[in-house]
């Protein structure tokens, strides 16, 4: 079966400061999207960076970098300088080919940023 | 460019009683979803429309529930009779067209409590 696990159910952080958020998966798939999103409290999901599996190098946006380790089937996102609006669920997610283009979510894991 | 919108943004209703919910996607998204959020997990694809084409309805409990996707635009989703266990929030997204690993771009959710 194929899985995303979030080992981190809740984590935390200092305002300006660096945090990881671990995500691993199982597939046994070759072509594949990775995903991070972003659910604020009360507020809609929005996507934060998006990763192809064939592409070594790892995808930026802004504050937001991966660590993509296609060998070890892990992705995990890390935010500079930490801002209180940072303060949200983040999931991770892949889309594995012939799936249906579905994509496969872990639990989250929920990120509080602190002054 | 105007969001996927989504109403009501909440409901309480009683077991057995029957609810709807209408979605209104990004204009020129050929690619309409919906999923069920229970608090504490990540989102579960419940159906996935391409254009007024149902291409994904596995995990949809047929005898309850029931969507459309009108014209290739607008979808409602109903359940009837709901259940206890049908307290979620309820996410409908929107994609541009049916590449894989597009992004998905999300309204702001139907929180359902059912009691």
């Known amino acids: 079966a194929q899985t995303v696990t979030q080992s981190q159910p809740e984590m935390s952080v200092q305002e300006a400061e660096t945090v990881t958020l671990s995500c691993t998966y199982d597939t046994s798939e070759n072509n594949y999207y990775l995903f991070w999103y972003k659910q604020p409290p009360s507020r809609q999901m929005i996507l934060v960076i998006r990763?192809?599996?064939?592409k070594q190098q790892n995808a930026t946006e802004n504050r937001f970098s991966v660590n993509f380790q296609k060998a070890a089937k892990s992705f995990s996102l890390k935010i500079s300088d930490s801002q209180l609006g940072d303060t949200a669920m983040y999931f991770c997610?892949?889309?594995?080919?012939?799936?249906?283009?579905?994509?496969?979510w872990g639990l989250g894991t929920s990120l509080a940023v602190n002054p | 460019e105007a969001g996927v919108a989504q109403s009501p943004r909440y409901k309480i209703i009683e077991k057995r009683q029957s609810v709807a919910f209408w979605c209104n996607p990004i204009?020129?998204?050929?690619?309409l979803y919906w999923y069920q959020q229970i608090l504490g997990q990540g989102p579960k694809l419940l159906i996935q429309?391409?254009?007024?084409?149902?291409?994904?309805d596995s995990q949809l409990p047929k005898d309850r529930f029931s969507a459309e996707r009108l014209k290739g635009v607008d979808s409602t989703l109903k359940i009837q009779p709901a259940k206890l266990e049908d307290s979620a929030v309820y996410l409908c997204?929107?994609?541009?067209?049916?590449?894989?690993?597009?992004?998905?771009?999300f309204g702001p959710g139907t929180r359902l409590l059912v009691l």
């Open positions: 429309f391409q254009n007024n084409g149902v291409v994904d």
């Open positions: 990763q192809e599996a064939y």
């Open positions: 997610a892949f889309a594995p080919a012939g799936n249906n283009r579905k994509l496969i």
């Open positions: 997204a929107s994609s541009l067209g049916d590449v894989w690993g597009e992004t998905q771009y």
């Open positions: 204009s020129g998204h050929a690619t």
